[in-house]
């Protein structure tokens, strides 16, 4: 079977998507910015007229942006172009995830930290722990710097050391201040061009060149391993997952994902885990062995009898897992004898109608066609019409039926998408056709009065929705990342 596993999103759904994550966080002016850059790159005179707005505003919206690394800017003959980076906007949509699996994972003061650097963008080391302390001020400074080392070991800090147009803005704005309005990189370009007084070059000259920035997608590869130990947990036993995990453990540690594990490496990582159901290093092999055969080739021995090597089978991962969210959303729409029809059918290629009957166990030969045609409609399965050589009758030619599995995943990506962008638009909507009432303060005394205890209860409503959609685009997002094959991991 083909696997897709590329970086696909269609278009025009991740623009909506993009400009509406925008717009929440930096408003409609940035969003506006963000929404001419994705068409593709522009110099400032050029975007300015495009998004009919200010010279100003644009440049405050480009710093923002390339504040966020939601953009870039390259030096041409004509001068600079600005480049919108979509795919790190709609990785922001998991930011939620992450900060939680930092916390669970690594430590609080790490999640706080973390959060800090997703506000603020490309920041220093010392802001970073000024902030912290500010939100926490019971948190010794010692165990801040602890938790950020421990952000960098995982990837989820990186070093960024900006070019001499980016030192003067990236200096220029003040960690902590929720609106920045400070020279971009143009102006920052003009200055260095003009030949300033030598006040001002020492000064641009002492700034510290090195800030640091977040990554997310170092933490795909954590989402995707515990989705196999899950996977392997639910396929096999919970000895089978505890082997599982000490085999991604050892390979985190390792510089490359597709490198060779031993059995050895293997069975000394797990004597190192608590609760362990693996007594022995024979059972570690044996599972190992298990693994590689029959938990859909996950795990592929490369060499050696006995105690040999294995290495992490991508292509079986990313196919399990798009499989899987293929299965829920049948299992959720149709039901069971869809769902079994589907299996059928994507298992052996290229069934006709009755082998499908009789193999699905369904008595009635039509409720085979109608099940059939129902997924048919729904985009998931296709089928070939081949007729016999003795006439071109339709009644009388035989049906292959098979499914594409790429464009269920691309039918699959363009409706978790637009729902996304859907919930977000109706968010919006709400929020601003009650902006007076959920910016009022909650009253103190609300017992005698029958109108403040209406709006209680309505700004109460209100949030719940919030909360319920804000879940969903969750939802929706982790649907998003497995079924574009954890390409970002």
Known sequence: HFVMAVDWVPCELARRVVRLVVDQQFGPVTAEVADKLFSGSLPLARLTRQAKASPAQTRDALLVLL????????????????TLLSANILVSLRQPRCLAWV????????????????????????????LVLERTPDT???????????LKRHGLLVQFTPAKLEVA?????????????QDSVESAQDNSKRQRSSTDTAQVTQIPATY??????????????????????????????????????????????????????????????EQTDVTSSDAAIEYLDVLGRDCCKMFVRTSGAGQGTYALNTSAIVEQAQLMVVEEVIFETFGPKQLRLFRLVYNEKHMEQKQLSTKANVANFKDTRIELHKLLLANFLTFQEVSRP??????????????????????????????????????????????????????????????????????????????????????????????RGFSQA
């Open 67 to 82: 504040q966020h690394n939601y953009a870039r800017y390259s030096e041409t003959d004509k001068g600079l172009v600005y």
């Open 212 to 273: 640091w920035e977040a990554s997310l997608r170092s933490l795909h590869t954590y989402f995707r391993d515990e989705w196999i130990v899950a996977f392997v947990k639910r396929k096999i036993d919970a000895g089978a997952a505890r082997v599982a995990k000490a085999f991604l453990s050892v390979l985190a540690y390792k510089s490359s994902g597709f490198a060779a594990v031993t059995a050895t490496e293997v069975w000394q990582q797990l004597s190192r885990m």
């Open 140 to 150: 010794a400074e010692s165990a801040v710097a602890k938790s950020i080392s421990a």
């Open 103 to 130: 916390s669970q994972n690594i430590d609080p003061i790490a999640a706080t930290a973390l959060e800090c650097v997703l506000l603020e963008g490309k920041i220093q080391e010392a802001d970073i722990v000024r």
């Open 390 to 483: 003795s006439d071109r009758g339709m009644s009388r030619a035989y049906y292959f039926w098979s499914a594409d599995l790429p464009a269920v995943i691309r039918m699959l990506l363009e409706k978790c998408l637009t729902t996304q962008a859907n919930l977000m638009t109706v968010m919006k909507t709400q929020r601003k056709a009650h902006e007076r009432l959920l910016s009022k303060p909650p009253p103190e005394d609300i017992a005698d009065d029958p109108v403040a205890q209406a709006e209680v209860e309505q700004c109460a409503q209100l949030e719940a929705g919030f909360k319920k959609m804000t879940n969903a685009i969750m939802q929706l997002d982790e649907q998003v990342m497995v079924l």
């Open 169 to 181: 803005a990236l200096a220029a704005a003040k960690p902590g201040d929720k609106r920045r309005r």
